[in-house]
């Protein structure tokens, strides 16, 4: 990676301990890692653009991850970085609604760092 | 917020006379006051036992802890510094319950992952990795329950923290109750299923319902 430029990855999740898991995993990779505690404010943070990946939680208070896969969509944004969905469901018509919605990726939790940062090289074109 | 109930603070403890921190509070009535309910007849009781002491053994005692089944009641708690983690089960049919995860902070330390931190972790750490674990117990719980057709949601979990704090269950026809030894550390589970629509918790009509298993990584 171009460690001048690393891609940005925003970590969206309401558990403290998950965000610290997954923004060390990926910044041991080379990545630079910002975190939000729920939809609500990924979406706030991604107003700013520079975001190679979002890494998203799907059970979170306020908005969830498939109300940011929603709120993503909205016609008046600009175009949005791919979102992976992390998180402990695995219910295939919930998978099938994300997959719809425009998610790129959902992985289940507890998921290894090693596939957690080689699902993220693959989505951002990171060598 | 689903999840909550059956669990009550020690009179001792609402007269202030310890340093109890309630982080969330808690309904105490959940089943019986919304009619006939459903509570689980004895196979439904043997589904649900064995697939908690499976996804848990799975989640709380990996990296070859040792494991030990010391009973199938809970008894009334009087721990020091006990932290109670809470997360709800629900779905459209009227399917209703909870998971409960009771055990001292140590416990929640010693499972904390590896690699991540170093240095003393915080309260709010330990609190915060509970509420974590019970999540990821319960998702695990719904995929080995799709297997007979049930399938429902997970509620945003909840942690609670006191110095002496009691667990009450409702109605014990619905809930089940195991406390195992993992590494030595007592760990407490109760699952609390009940079904408002009249019908059998686990049909045996409903095919299973696909998921994807623990540590899946699907791209599209």
């Given at each position: 990676?171009d460690?001048?430029?690393?891609?940005?990855?925003?970590?969206?999740?309401?558990?403290?301990?998950?965000?610290?898991?997954?923004?060390?995993a990926?910044?041991?990779?080379?990545?630079?890692?910002?975190?939000?505690?729920?939809?609500?404010?990924?979406?706030?943070?991604?107003?700013?653009?520079?975001?190679?990946?979002?890494?998203?939680?799907?059970?979170?208070?306020?908005?969830?991850?498939?109300?940011?896969?929603?709120?993503?969509?909205?016609?008046?944004r600009?175009?949005?970085?791919?979102?992976?969905?992390?998180?402990?469901?695995?219910?295939?018509?919930?998978?099938?609604?994300?997959?719809?919605?425009?998610?790129r990726?959902?992985?289940?939790?507890?998921?290894?760092?090693?596939?957690?940062?080689?699902?993220?090289?693959?989505?951002?074109?990171?060598? | 917020?689903?999840?909550?109930?059956?669990?009550?603070?020690?009179?001792?403890?609402?007269?202030?006379?310890?340093?109890?921190?309630?982080?969330?509070?808690?309904?105490?009535?959940?089943?019986?006051?919304?009619?006939?309910?459903?509570?689980?007849?004895?196979?439904?009781?043997?589904?649900?036992?064995?697939?908690?002491?499976?996804?848990?053994?799975?989640?709380?005692?990996?990296?070859?802890?040792?494991?030990?089944?010391?009973?199938?009641?809970?008894?009334?708690?009087?721990?020091?510094?006990?932290?109670?983690?809470?997360?709800?089960?629900?779905?459209?049919?009227?399917?209703?319950?909870?998971?409960?995860?009771?055990?001292?902070?140590?416990?929640?330390?010693s499972?904390?992952?590896?690699?991540?931190?170093?240095?003393?972790?915080?309260?709010?750490?330990?609190?915060?990795?509970?509420?974590?674990?019970?999540?990821?117990?319960?998702?695990?719980?719904?995929?080995?329950?799709?297997?007979?057709?049930?399938?429902?949601?997970?509620?945003?979990?909840?942690?609670?923290?006191?110095?002496?704090?009691?667990?009450?269950?409702?109605?014990?026809?619905?809930c089940?109750?195991?406390?195992?030894?993992?590494?030595?550390?007592?760990?407490?589970?109760?699952?609390?299923?009940?079904?408002?629509?009249?019908?059998?918790?686990?049909?045996?009509?409903?095919?299973?319902?696909?998921a994807?298993?623990?540590?899946?990584?699907?791209?599209?």
């Amino acid at each position: 990676m171009d460690t001048d430029n690393p891609k940005k990855v925003l970590v969206v999740d309401d558990s403290l301990t998950v965000r610290q898991q997954v923004s060390a995993a990926l910044a041991s990779a080379g990545f630079e890692v910002r975190e939000a505690e729920n939809g609500a404010q990924a979406l706030d943070q991604l107003r700013s653009s520079g975001f190679a990946l979002v890494i998203c939680d799907v059970n979170m208070p306020e908005m969830d991850g498939l109300e940011l896969l929603d709120a993503l969509r909205d016609p008046g944004r600009t175009a949005s970085p791919p979102v992976v969905m992390l998180t402990s469901e695995g219910r295939a018509d919930l998978i099938d609604r994300a997959k719809k919605a425009g998610a790129r990726g959902w992985l289940v939790k507890p998921i290894k760092p090693d596939q957690l940062v080689a699902v993220a090289r693959k989505l951002t074109g990171v060598g | 917020m689903g999840g909550g109930a059956g669990v009550v603070t020690d009179p001792l403890m609402r007269a202030g006379a310890t340093s109890a921190q309630i982080l969330h509070s808690l309904e105490v009535t959940t089943m019986s006051d919304q009619g006939a309910d459903t509570l689980m007849n004895r196979d439904e009781r043997t589904i649900f036992s064995s697939v908690l002491l499976e996804a848990a053994r799975k989640l709380l005692a990996s990296d070859n802890r040792s494991w030990e089944i010391a009973g199938d009641q809970i008894e009334p708690l009087d721990l020091s510094g006990t932290l109670v983690a809470s997360i709800g089960l629900s779905n459209a049919d009227g399917l209703r319950g909870k998971l409960v995860l009771i055990a001292q902070p140590e416990f929640y330390r010693s499972v904390y992952p590896r690699g991540f931190h170093h240095g003393e972790l915080s309260d709010a750490a330990i609190a915060d990795w509970a509420s974590e674990l019970a999540n990821q117990l319960l998702g695990r719980i719904k995929n080995l329950l799709s297997a007979h057709g049930l399938d429902f949601s997970l509620s945003i979990p909840t942690v609670i923290g006191g110095d002496r704090v009691r667990l009450l269950c409702r109605d014990s026809h619905s809930c089940l109750e195991h406390s195992v030894r993992i590494d030595g550390h007592q760990v407490d589970l109760l699952l609390e299923v009940a079904h408002s629509g009249g019908r059998k918790i686990i049909s045996g009509d409903a095919g299973p319902v696909a998921a994807a298993s623990e540590g899946s990584a699907l791209l599209f």
